[in-house]
DNA sequence: CCAGCGGATGTTTACGTAAACATTATGAGA
DNA sequence: TCTCATAATGTTTACGTAAACATCCGCTGG
């Protein structure tokens, strides 16, 4: 019986450093060639049973683990995704991002993170550089569209592209949920609640997220024949809610406000708090996003879910039938969002609509 | 001049599926070896500063990009670190890994994500088995020790672990906040403001974290020589806070409060409000974890300030001094906290200590 | 004037896997 | 009994990179 440490070389330098036991390793202890091992290894018929035994408990006695590497090489595939983000600060992103990691195990690939700490266009440039020595098959961008417009590094050749929170489906394959769907159901949902128009708390002028949001809002207004009032701008920060919110107390006509996230409707309710106006009685308050703190909040927010699982799941699978079929058509799959209503919407001037 | 696409092959099977120009194409396009344009592409001396500009103008032209699959091969090391943690659904791991994320990336690691959907023993076993394949050189668990503990699954050989928000020092190394610090730090705040005892709601009992601040908090008390009042049980979600504060509510002499995170007390802030109870006049709210819209509650919370990213920092820094010197030693390294002063707390029946 | 040195570059080889091809058994049908 | 097909297994080779070693060159110093 050879008495070498399992994974022992016969020639060669001394430490391999981090590497177990190799096929060869594995069909000399089987008695076997590798070629069987590795046929062993990927459940290709052709095999005795007995054979198949032998092999399995020689890989269990070395503790055999296959080399991605190697495997990577030979294969001329990496079986991961890379996902590109700026920051896991919104809560959105991180839905999705994990919607993305379990998906995308599920379909057998791993998921490498590539974050870019800074949004500025050189982090951009670095990420997607890094990128092209990366390994990985595709790549899923959740990031707003005009930084990586203005990305001067192009990305490498055969490394698909899905893109998640944007807009660009002319250029890239696009997953997103449908904010113009949902913006405009949280204005109707108000209007029918008798309010005779609905406030807008508007995220910041560089997001397209924000930007649908407040087109869709606008035109619902317009389309139920409702003045839309001047629009407030906010950075998606509580504390920009807050802002926002003790100029809007002051407006004693401002009855009904559509925030354009949830932590901008905190910051909100807590500003109209403090000024006396109470929610819902004097004012309505809706959000967007549907945080779970949301119904916790004071008092429980009605707002608009949205469903991030599905946008993860469906940007691997995108991604996963562009690398399977080389596929280069763009477009765009709209996720619907769902009205969540909750305590801080109530009856407007005018009365509920029957 | 050779007219065939760049990354052609004179050779062999026509479509190579996506991967560009190799080494030995750029060679034959700058006129060099393939050793020459290696020791360019990785920036080694003696290299002409005529040949290098030779070689890097052909790898322009041919867009090319190292290997990485291969380069791993010949290495032996992936340059890759895996993060095993189930979902992201806590403020906390996900502020880690972020940390984890960009530290990595400064260090010239990627990272991959191993996400377990579901916290149940095979999953955590199925997730460490999915390991074996991976393409990771070290891995950074941000998981609770016990299902750490009770994988049957063994790690592969020579793949270092660095283990976050736990406490297992004596088996793994371990970077975590210091829990019980802060959560000394919460009672003794309230105390110092004349509360005569401390209530706390706790997390749930198969949380260390949780047990850990209560622990702390179990013995701040005591050394301060208050009595420390019945252990009310929350789940981390802000509904518990919410149903725990409903019934905090009903005690006359509960005047101050630890939560042991910043979402319970959300939820417990709201239960109080509704039972006419106020904060921090009639009871004073202190959380943990210090989340961005704490600042934001009603009234804006006081809390512990978690330092994740400075774990996440802590984490890689070690698992790559791991790897570098195949460090086997194992110990803990606690990053303090910090008190944050808002408005949910105030001064107690006895009046603030001088 | 030549040995010898050192810098620049080329050649060989191995990393671990798996496709492609080659070889050896086994058994069925003529 | 002797093909010949087929299943089981072995052998060769290539994937792209980089370490190790080999070669070539010009120049210095004796």
Redesign the pocket.
């Known amino acids: 019986m050879d008495t070498r440490p399992a994974g022992g070389?016969t020639?060669?330098r001394a430490a391999?450093p981090r590497?177990g036991a190799?096929?060869?390793d594995?069909?000399q202890l089987a008695?076997?060639?590798?070629?069987?091992?590795?046929?062993v290894?990927?459940g290709?018929?052709?095999?005795?049973e007995?054979?198949?035994q032998q092999v399995m408990a020689a890989m269990r006695e070395l503790g055999?683990?296959?080399?991605s590497?190697?495997?990577a090489?030979?294969?001329?595939e990496f079986r991961t995704l890379g996902v590109i983000t700026f920051s896991l600060s919104t809560h959105g992103n991180i839905r999705t991002l994990e919607a993305i990691a379990t998906s995308a195990a599920r379909h057998g690939y791993a998921v490498t993170l590539l974050p870019v700490a800074v949004p500025t266009q050189d982090e951009v440039n670095g990420a997607f550089s890094r990128l092209g020595e990366l390994a990985v098959d595709a790549v899923i961008v959740i990031m707003e569209i005009h930084l990586l417009d203005a990305a001067t590094v192009s990305l490498p050749p055969g490394v698909q592209v899905v893109v998640a929170d944007s807009d660009a489906g002319d250029r890239y394959t696009v997953v997103d949920t449908d904010q113009a769907g949902g913006a405009r159901d949280a204005v109707r949902h108000l209007l029918d609640l008798g309010h005779h128009t609905v406030w807008h708390l508007a995220g910041p002028e560089d997001s397209f997220a924000a930007q649908r949001r407040a087109n869709a809002w606008h035109a619902a207004l317009t389309e139920a024949g409702a003045t839309p009032p001047p629009l407030v701008r906010g950075d998606w920060s509580a504390e920009s809610g807050y802002r926002a919110g003790l100029h809007l107390a002051d407006h004693p006509d401002c009855t009904a406000v559509f925030a354009a996230n949830d932590q901008m409707a905190l910051g909100l309710l807590r500003a109209l708090h403090e000024r006396g106006r109470r929610v819902p009685d004097d004012v309505s308050v809706i959000g967007f996003d549907d945080l779970p703190e949301s119904a916790s909040f004071l008092p429980p927010l009605t707002t608009i879910h949205q469903d991030f699982a599905e946008v993860g799941r469906l940007c691997v699978e995108g991604v996963i039938t562009k690398i399977r079929h080389g596929d280069t058509t763009h477009g765009t799959t709209l996720v619907p969002t769902r009205l969540v209503l909750r305590e801080s919407t109530g009856a407007g001037p005018a009365g509920p609509r029957p």
């Open positions: 070389r020639r060669g391999r590497q190799s096929m060869a594995v069909a008695g076997v060639s590798s070629q069987t091992v590795s046929r290894s990927n290709f018929p052709g095999v005795t007995e054979t198949r055999y683990r296959p080399n590497a190697a495997r090489l030979k294969r001329g």
